[in-house]
């Protein structure tokens, strides 16, 4: 069955950039002038996504009003002149079809996604974690998908880390199947380096059956009371094909401060509009 659907998890705290996630919420968190929701939605839809529902929690109502048509902003930039400005306010409203379901608490990433079972409405889906920021063409999501379709299976993105980080990422038990593709035997979350069965890391993006959904509701919370995808996806594995995919791409690690300033100068560098300014920015910051 074609892949339709993503789900965007958005409800989580966001403590790591206290104090601005009191009011902002850290999907909205821009690397230049795009929020880093909006990126991974741009992502799907280049994917061929034809519906995105993102997870979202009371307080977090801007997120919905992002995605939202402001005809009184666009006419005015469009009246002045400037209509490169008005498209790109248009733009976030018109990238794919949007909706969004509320997660009560926030019970870990597993539970933000079987928050979303109705409106997934029975079909394989994509979920695309908004702080975890790749940068590559075409998108990680639209090569998965590849990877999916040769192989009929569960795909989960993964990136080999340096083994003294890899303690701090969920970790596959894989065997080689194909360039890059790696069956899954076993996932663990956050392991010792002794007891990492491989350093293939984790990465916000995963292609799921409609099953996991029965598997996240037999997943009990973990330590910290939360209800963790990898959890979820050991039990998927009982019944159900999963392979690791190493992607093409430089990942940014949109959840903490130092990763967002790593990826906005990194795409202020990529982008020809940019570019000559920030070599220039950053040519004043160098020590003599
Ligand atoms: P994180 O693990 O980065 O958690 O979630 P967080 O709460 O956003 O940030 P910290 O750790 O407190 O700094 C990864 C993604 O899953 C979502 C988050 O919004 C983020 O996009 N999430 C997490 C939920 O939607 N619900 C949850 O209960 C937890």
Redesign the pocket.
Known sequence: MKVRTAVI?????????LPVTKLVP??LLPILDKPMLQYVVEEAAEAGIERVIV?TSRGKESIAAYFQAMPDLEERLADSGATALAAKVRAAAEIAQVSFVI?EQ????G??VLTAEEAVAGEPFVVI???DIIAHSPGVVAQMLVVHENTGGGVVAVEPMPWERVHNYGVVDATPVDDRVHQIHGLVEKPSRREAPSNLTIVGRYILPPEIFDDLRRTPPGTNG?IQLTDALVLLLEHHELYAYEFLGTRYDG?TPLGLLRASLEFGLAREDTRQEVLALLKTLQPE
Request: charged share 20%; no cysteine; aromatic share 4%.
């Open positions: 998890p958005a409800a989580g705290l966001g403590t790591r950039f850290k999907e997870v997660q926030p019970l870990g990433l539970h933000a974690l908004p702080d939360e959840g």
